[in-house]
């Protein structure tokens, strides 16, 4: 008798599937049955759904990013802006000094992220 194996699923493909983000060769994998299921499961039940209800508009924002290819460049340079911020604090005083390798690092960085968004 040969018994197969349930197949565990990573949390974060999960969550894609209720963002409806989901690739479609990945979604094609997935066995029927189990997206029936995912689909009709009563998930006001389930442990931390006041949780997820209290930040929906969170969840609402990461799929409007997931699905939109502009908006998710957008947010990739955004993060890309983080660090620039936190290099561009810490060396403040360098910077301000006028040292062109500081500002020569500030500025590509600047850079990547313009290109990334298509701003000039």
Known sequence: ??????????PYLLVAFYLNCLPKNILQIIPRSTRYDWNHRVI???FGYDWFFENKDLFHT????AINKKLLK?????IRVIPI???????AAA???GRILMKAIVVRHI???ADAIGVK
């Open 62 to 65: 990461l799929e409007m990013v």
């Open 111 to 113: 850079q990547k992220v």
């Open 44 to 46: 006001q039940d389930s």
């Open 1 to 10: 008798m040969h018994q197969h194996t349930k197949t565990s699923y990573h």
């Open 85 to 91: 911020i936190r290099f561009m604090k810490e060396n």
């Open 74 to 78: 957008i947010n990739k340079a955004f």
């Open 95 to 97: 910077i301000r000094t």
